[in-house]
């Protein structure tokens, strides 16, 4: 059985910076790929950064590049993403997201597709 769950969430000042977690089971780093993306209130889910299964490389889909950092850690079965300078606009429910079918980067919020449960994030003075 496949899982996912995020941690790590909160309010932040802007920026600040907050590390999310994305746990997995029954999925394995070494052949899947582990996508974030974020949903900020009234607008549609949107892929953020893919780490690549094959050499753990990032593929950004959002202009966080420089400010955000995909990482695993393969013994853990974990990804994480470190959020640094974060911005009123980064607020939203951060999800990770792994294809069930295929094993390369999910970068549309829609198809076959294991969600993680989502950790909301906040920045805000």
């Known amino acids: 059985q496949v899982q996912l769950v995020e941690s790590g969430g909160g309010l932040v000042q802007p920026g600040g910076s907050l590390r999310l977690s994305c746990a997995i089971s029954?999925?394995?780093?070494?052949?899947?790929?582990i996508t974030w993306f974020r949903q900020a209130p009234g607008k549609e889910r949107k892929g953020v950064v893919c780490?690549?299964?094959?050499?753990?490389?990032?593929y950004y889909m959002d202009s966080v590049e420089g400010r955000f950092t995909i990482a695993r850690d393969k013994a853990k079965n974990t990804v994480y993403l470190q959020m640094n300078n974060l911005r009123p606009e980064d607020t939203g429910v951060y999800y990770c997201?792994?294809?069930?079918?295929?094993?390369?980067?999910?970068?549309?919020?829609?198809?076959?597709?294991?969600w993680g449960q989502g950790t909301q994030v906040t920045v805000s003075s």
């Open positions: 997201a792994a294809p069930s079918v295929g094993s390369g980067c999910v970068t549309q919020p829609t198809g076959p597709i294991y």
């Open positions: 780490i690549r299964s094959t050499d753990g490389s990032a």
């Open positions: 029954g999925l394995n780093l070494d052949y899947y790929a």
